[in-house]
């Protein structure tokens, strides 16, 4: 042992470890599993959210349009943690770092709106703070006339990196254009695999797409693969991190048939849900994307007002490995406001398409995940009453929800429960403010979107206006799976 210590090399070596254990430092050879939860808990966290970037797109030049950005730091539930410090105001503003705020949000519960604009630009809204946590806003563009006729509304976007659409087409009558935006400070870089109705398709122009920082790149599907009808486009962002959108300009021969924007998908998987099928006439549209190697077999559901049933002739549909396929879904449904439960043997991802009973407007909606808190929509002013969808595709649940004012205050709130396997609907009447909604699951396992659709009766020169919001559990009530949750949004 003295033979050992005589050597300078052993004896540093003890003297180290030594100094080590004494000072707490430690040498660790099996460290202990991060413990992702409080001491007794039995759910998962919720996130301390002090940082927010959402990305609101307006649609392209034409036609007397006028767009603006309604956006809400909502009332939380008491005790829901936020994070400290002042209140600092929230900026609703063009994309450049030298931009003016348009808009603020200044106090939490009290909508703040962008001015309406006829020349719109891409407007993100960022701040820190405690009035992050929960931050929601809706881009609504509304037109007379041209290419944008109509109504185009869809929620702002967290930035990521994995991203589905459904339903897009390059087709004789459309004009889909995919817009990535990037709010941070860095470039970043996009790969965009299509799936269409003959499969997969080999495009390279759509990867290694370059989006500037503090900017913006657009990918006309109709340039990208002509005449390519029922694609999916699955967005993969490689450096960096984007916020796409798809906008969907449609026509009937010279006439316009809507303009809208192609909500997000979930990514694929075996069971899944497409909720918010509007009620009343029209075309109603389920498309299908199999993005897997082997065909799938896929079991559909409808999720009526009065129960669930499975469409005579349809209740299974066939889906070939790595193709997209649509399915009309009109004269099953009659009308009902429903939404589609799907069963599959390969993972799939999907969205429908409800157009008006004049065919010149329409709305897409995605697949959706079931809520797991509370989840906050900004609802731009309407001039016909909305339709609040909530469906529990499994079994018997209940939910309740608040439809608050400019100001916060209450004007609509209610506990409902949603039968096995329905859709229940809740009308709200036409505002001609913006209004903000949360809905909560209690019990069980429900889904949930908020359509808008034309009166049956539409004067001559009025425009017809549709429109579908997802509903999601808001950031604040996901399950995390770190000790420190990293919720940063895109402010660099």
Not at 4 to 18: H, K
Not at 273 to 284: E, N, S, Y
Not at 308 to 336: E, H
């Amino acid at each position: 042992m003295s033979g050992l210590l005589s050597n300078l090399r052993v004896r540093l070596g003890v003297c180290v470890l030594a100094m080590a254990v004494a000072g707490g430092l430690g040498v660790v050879t099996h460290p202990k599993t991060a413990v992702t939860r409080p001491e007794g808990a039995d759910g998962p966290t919720r996130t301390i959210v002090n940082r927010t970037a959402l990305s609101c797109p307006v649609p392209g030049v034409g036609g007397k349009v006028q767009s603006s950005v309604d956006a809400v730091s909502p009332l939380l539930p008491k005790d829901t943690p936020t994070a400290p410090g002042n209140a600092t105001p929230l900026s609703i503003a063009p994309l450049p770092t030298t931009s003016d705020p348009l808009g603020s949000v200044l106090v939490r519960g009290k909508i703040a709106s962008t001015p309406k604009a006829t020349k719109p630009v891409p407007l993100s809204i960022q701040g820190i703070g405690p009035l992050a946590a929960g931050t929601v806003g809706t881009s609504t563009s509304i037109s007379t006339e041209g290419v944008n006729r109509g109504m185009a509304s869809v929620p702002c976007l967290l930035p990521g990196s994995d991203f589905w659409f459904v339903g897009a087409s390059a087709a004789t009558g459309r004009r889909d254009v995919l817009v990535l935006t990037n709010l941070d400070s860095i470039n970043a870089e996009v790969n965009i695999t299509v799936y269409s109705a003959n499969g997969a398709l080999d495009l390279p122009n759509a990867r290694g797409i370059v989006v500037p920082a503090r900017g913006t790149s657009e990918l006309y599907l109709n340039l990208l693969a002509p005449k390519a009808r029922d694609l999916a486009l699955h967005v993969e962002s490689t450096g960096g991190r984007v916020s796409p959108a798809l906008r969907d300009n449609a026509t009937n021969g010279k006439k316009p048939g809507g303009v809208d924007w192609i909500n997000p998908s979930i990514p694929p998987t075996t069971s899944l849900v497409v909720p918010g099928i509007a009620p009343g006439a029209g075309a109603r549209m389920l498309t299908l994307a199999n993005p897997s190697d082997l065909q799938a077999t896929a079991t559909l559901t409808v999720n009526g007002p009065n129960g669930p049933f499975k469409p005579a002739n349809l209740s299974t549909v066939q889906i070939p490995a790595g193709t997209v396929k649509s399915v009309r879904l009109d004269s099953i449904l009659r009308g009902d406001p429903s939404a589609i439960t799907i069963s599959s043997d390969q993972p799939l991802t999907a969205s429908t398409r409800t157009v008006s009973a004049s065919g010149d407007e329409f709305a897409v909606i995605g697949s959706a995940e079931a809520l797991t808190g509370p989840a906050y929509l900004v609802l731009p002013a309407h001039a016909q009453p909305a339709q609040l969808q909530v469906t529990a595709p499994s079994k018997t649940a209940s939910m309740r929800f608040e439809l608050r004012d400019l100001s916060g205050k209450i004007i609509a709130t209610r506990a409902l429960d949603v039968v096995n396997g329905a859709t229940s609907v809740v009308s709200f009447k036409a505002q001609s403010q913006p209004t903000y909604l949360m809905v909560e699951q209690v019990k069980g396992s429900v889904v949930a979107a908020v359509t808008l659709m034309p009166p049956a009766k539409l004067g001559e020169d009025a425009v017809p206006l549709v429109a579908a919001w997802p509903l999601s559990t808001s950031l604040v009530f996901r399950a995390q799976l770190g000790a420190q949750p990293d919720v940063r949004a895109a402010l660099k």
